[in-house]
């Protein structure tokens, strides 16, 4: 009979995601067949799923931990912030609607019955579902009609036990805290907790831990020390996002959009020594010895074509372009490269249309119909072998779409400038593919030397190795039922 276990954690940011990945991974190479599951995530780092559909990224990596290809039932409601009170709201796989927050728990009844569908639908596939849970069942606030946490726990009759952040200090209130404000039939799910991002010597939080076992009554499942690997795995909130600025000598700086979607594409460049990764944030200016600038994706191109102005950023641009540098733009920054975005009906905001920056002769006009989809591409300079996904909306047209990026079954893809240093395509993960990055870099005068989807399993099994050295991962799974 299949059985369940939910991590949540006492917090946003805990480590939940990564807590799952590593235990997915100790599942399988105990031969169980186990599954990801999260009911509802919030991100704009989405995975394109081979039924057509998205979910967030950190469960498409789950699902590679767990040696699956992603589905949309192992993320059944995905909310995308296209603004600071609103969302779209993906369910199972597909757009249904945007709503403000305020509005959005009028959807949750509906939205439990897609959660216990999809999670049905894997128990009955697999021997183990290991559930995450989102933010904090701490946030009693927001406790009805969750589908999130312990409403969809308790929904489901799923254990749950809480992983506590003791990097960011307060553990113990963290977790003793949590207790004291969760309603008692919810503080009866719990069944025990453990301990995340420990540095230095574990030992020293002895009597911390047994404190919180007696406060609390509940069992400690041990104290994991800092995955110090974690940065080599794919990050799914914005705020992770690190640069690598004592790298190699090819400079590659990102701008980091205020709505920026789908960044897993810097992921691998990250990892090659050859490159010095650089995130430009709000305020900052762009590094007068860059050699490529990337302009990623973004949930509100518009919006974020503002952004990228109000910093100053479009200027920036100009000095780079004058002094020789190369720029990409991917999906949204591709978008924001063309001279113009329209979006006629409003899709992504305000109907209406803006100017862009005027580097690439395309133009862009939003439309209804997104674009879902795994794709295999050829590289148009160099031949080079590509795979990736597509998750936008819009349609680019223009003269410069005559030197496209890429060839994806014959039919022209992306645009290319005539002096050939600015591109755009709307193919993401493009950079995961070791043949086709080895002969970008090779063009920007650097090597590469990673193998990026080796360097992934490999960073999985340490990391299942690392759950094993430090927690009590027999009795975790053993309390799945």
């Known amino acids: 009979m299949t059985r369940a276990l939910m991590i949540q954690g006492c917090g946003s940011n805990v480590g939940k995601s990564l807590l799952v990945a590593g235990l997915c991974r100790v599942a399988k190479r105990r031969g169980l067949t186990v599954a990801p599951f999260k009911p509802q995530n919030m991100s704009n780092n989405a995975a394109v799923t081979m039924d057509g559909g998205e979910i967030g990224r950190a469960q498409a990596l789950q699902a590679l931990a767990c040696g699956l290809e992603p589905h949309t039932d192992m993320n059944p409601v995905l909310l995308k912030p296209e603004t600071d009170t609103g969302a779209q709201v993906v369910v199972q796989g597909k757009r249904l609607t945007t709503v403000r927050a305020r509005d959005y728990s009028a959807l949750k009844p509906q939205l439990l019955h897609s959660v216990l569908e999809s999670f049905q639908r894997l128990k009955t596939a697999h021997d183990l579902v290991i559930v995450e849970g989102a933010g904090s069942p ?89 995955f110090k690997d974690a940065a080599k795995l794919p990050a799914e909130d914005a705020l992770d996002l690190r640069g690598t600025a004592d790298g190699g000598p090819l400079k590659i700086a990102c701008l980091a959009l205020s709505r920026i979607a789908n960044f897993d594409d810097l992921d691998p460049l990250k990892l090659e020594p050859s490159v010095s990764l650089t995130m430009v944030r709000a305020g900052e200016p762009l590094p007068g010895d860059t050699t490529l600038v990337i302009i990623p994706g973004s949930k ?182």
């Open 138 to 226: 701490a946030e009693v606030n927001l406790r009805a009609g969750d589908i999130a946490n312990m409403g969809f726990a308790r929904a489901a009759n799923v254990p749950v036990v809480l992983a506590g952040d003791i990097d960011r200090g307060g553990v113990i209130a963290q977790i003793v805290g949590t207790q004291a404000v969760l309603d008692p039939e919810d503080a009866e799910m719990v069944a025990g907790f453990l301990i995340n991002k420990f540095r230095g010597d574990p030992s020293l939080f002895d009597d911390g831990y047994r404190l919180i076992e007696d406060r609390t009554g509940w069992r400690g499942f041990g104290v994991l020390p800092y």
């Open 300 to 481: 509100s191109t518009r919006g974020d074509l503002a952004f990228l102005r109000e910093q100053g950023w479009d200027l920036d641009l100009g000095g780079h372009i004058r002094r020789g540098g190369h720029v990409l733009g991917i999906c949204g920054g591709y978008q924001m490269l063309g001279q113009s975005i329209a979006d006629p009906e409003g899709i992504e905001g305000p109907a209406g249309e803006d100017k862009g920056l005027g580097l690439l002769d395309v133009a862009t006009v939003m439309t209804p119909d997104k674009r879902l989809t795994r794709t295999r591409a050829i590289h148009a300079v160099s031949g080079a072998p590509m795979e990736g996904y597509e998750i936008h909306i819009g349609r680019t047209e223009g003269p410069d779409r005559a030197r496209p990026f890429a060839v994806v079954d014959g039919m022209p893809e992306g645009a290319t400038s005539s002096d050939g240093r600015i591109s755009g395509s709307y193919l993401h993960g493009m950079f995961t593919g070791d043949a086709f990055r080895a002969a970008f870099l090779e063009r920007l005068g650097a090597a590469s030397t990673a193998s990026y989807g080796t360097g992934v399993e490999a960073t999985l099994d340490a990391l299942a190795d690392h759950m094993e050295a430090h927690l009590d991962v027999d009795g975790l799974l053993a309390l799945a039922r």
